[in-house]
T-cell receptor, first 111, second 113 residues
Framework: KQEVTQIPAALSVPEGENLVLNCSFT??????LQWFRQDPGKGLTSLLL?????REQTSGRLNASLDKSSGRSTLYIAASQPGDSATYLC??????????FGQGTTLQVKP | GAGVSQTPSNKVTEKGKYVELRCDPI?????LYWYRQSLGQGPEFLIY????????DSGLPNDRFFAVRPEGSVSTLKIQRTERGDSAMYLC???????????FGQGTRLTVV
């Protein structure tokens, strides 16, 4: 059974710092991994989808990497800003197609 | 439509009442998902549709929960005899294929009083 874990659960950094969020999964037989952002009381916004054949995917100040063999993905945020404060979730598809989520990392970027 | 649309955005109901939550997926997306999220938790899977049929309904917590997607587009999540423990954010997502990006709506906040 696929399980997804995100560590840490919460993170607080000063503005301008580069940071890394971690996501690990137990079954490496995935065909993609998706990172989402969630603001309080809102739905999920897709940030990046990284296919199993890719090692990295970039969008602006965000860079996601995927290492299937070790069951890990990281989301790198460069030059963090207060507007980046949110909960970040990663998700992988199960063999039936449903998305399995981690518990999320809540990020606070202090001005 | 431009994105996944969920209505209503907020719903307050009394314990024991019946509620329906609606999801309009992105046009042409064949896969549709329902999730439930409690405060401070990750989304919890409820049901997944591929076209009109439920490909995986293993997440529905009990027989008070039911979902339909009769024409392979709009989906309705139905909850009978609501309980206070049903209070949560209900999220809907859609995508074109299993290997493409999933897009979520803004959710319906359900409060059972």
């Amino acid at each position: 059974k696929q399980e997804v874990t995100q560590i840490p659960a919460a993170l607080s950094v000063p503005e301008g710092e580069n940071l890394v969020l971690n996501c690990s999964f137990t079954d490496s037989a995935i065909y993609n991994l998706q990172w989402f952002r969630q603001d309080p009381g809102k739905g999920l916004t897709s940030l990046l989808l990284i296919q199993s054949s890719q090692r990295e995917q970039t969008s602006g100040r965000l860079n996601a990497s995927l290492d299937k063999s070790s069951g890990r993905s990281t989301l790198y945020i460069a030059a963090s800003q207060p507007g980046d404060s949110a909960t970040y979730l990663c998700a992988v598809p199960s063999n039936t197609g449903k998305l399995i989520f981690g518990q999320g990392t809540t990020l606070q970027v202090k001005p | 439509g431009a994105g996944v649309s969920q209505t209503p955005s907020n719903k307050v109901t009394e314990k024991g009442k019946y509620v329906e939550l609606r999801c309009d997926p992105i046009s042409g997306h064949t896969a549709l998902y329902w999730y439930r999220q409690s405060l401070g938790q990750g989304p919890e899977f409820l049901i997944y549709f591929q076209g009109t049929g439920a490909a995986d309904d293993s997440g529905l917590p009990n027989d008070r929960f039911f979902a339909v997607r009769p024409e392979g587009s709009v989906s309705t999540l139905k909850i009978q005899r609501t309980e206070r423990g049903d209070s949560a954010m209900y999220l809907c997502a859609s995508r074109d294929r299993a290997d493409t990006e999933a897009f979520f709506g803004q959710g319906t906040r359900l409060t059972v009083v």
